[in-house]
């Protein structure tokens, strides 16, 4: 487990069962993530609205998906507010701002973060409205798989779900590759620990029970088990005496 403030930006974490990357620095004791894949498949908005304060989506991050991620042993009080940006792609300003404990990236964020934000097969979520327009205002800004920014009608039930979070920068997180290395290290062991005591118990029987060729590949393994257990014994005598 590491402290959140201590991961460079782009590194990926776990908490409350979900994966994500670290997007920026600590700012007033947060830090910006985002989910490396999507969550699900599901529309921005049932009514077709691309306002995010309307949105059928904000509901669901900030109710049921944030219920699960605490479900999952994260700390509620761990998810700050985090002020969104509602500008349109048009330059219009009408829908203001939203604070969230949960929310999804604006286009603004996704180019300042591109870099290090995982691309997917997906196309996926913003919450940047086209336009505020009545005439464009079923349209959202989405990400394709290209990386480049789209659009589509915010009741299209097909673009993926990546959750942006505000996190507290003083929890602790767990790092993927590091657990993996610890699971394969317990196998490895386990995996050990049972070749040893088959060969232990195959070792205690006469040849002539196994037959010659088991016989003599069974003494053979256990014999280079002997040798490296003898030579690990004499690196660590040399060594004392150095």
């Excluded at 591109?114 to 205002?137: G, N, Q, V």
């Excluded at 009608?153 to 790092?175: Q, T």
């Excluded at 205690?204 to 393994?221: F, R």
């Amino acid at each position: 487990m590491k402290k959140l403030s201590t991961l460079q930006a782009g590194t990926h974490f776990m908490y409350g069962g979900v994966e994500w990357v670290k997007l920026g620095k600590v700012v007033s004791g947060g830090v910006l993530a985002l989910s490396v894949t999507c969550i699900s498949e599901q529309a921005f908005d049932a009514e077709n609205c691309n306002d995010w304060r309307k949105s059928s989506l904000r509901r669901e991050l900030n109710g049921p998906f944030l219920d699960a991620l605490v479900s999952e042993g994260a700390d509620r009080a761990a998810f700050m507010d985090w002020e969104s940006d509602l500008t349109a792609d048009d330059g219009m300003t009408d829908y203001g701002t939203a604070t969230d404990k949960i929310a999804l990236l604006s286009d603004g964020l996704y180019r300042q973060f591109r870099a290090i934000i995982p691309l997917l097969d997906d196309w996926f979520w913003t919450l940047t409205p086209w336009s505020c327009k009545e005439e464009y205002k079923a349209y959202v800004r989405i990400v394709d798989s290209s990386g480049a920014l789209d659009g589509n009608s915010a009741y299209y039930g097909h673009n993926g779900v990546r959750p942006l979070c505000y996190l507290n920068s003083e929890i602790l997180v767990s790092i993927p590759e590091e657990d993996k290395e610890a699971e394969r290290n317990t196998y490895d062991e386990a995996v050990s620990a049972a070749r040893d005591d088959i060969l232990n118990m195959l070792n205690a029987y006469p040849v002539e029970v196994w037959g010659d060729a088991l016989g003599a590949a069974v003494a053979s393994l256990f014999r280079a088990k002997l040798d490296a257990a003898e030579i690990s014994e004499e690196e660590k005598a040399k060594a004392a005496e150095g």
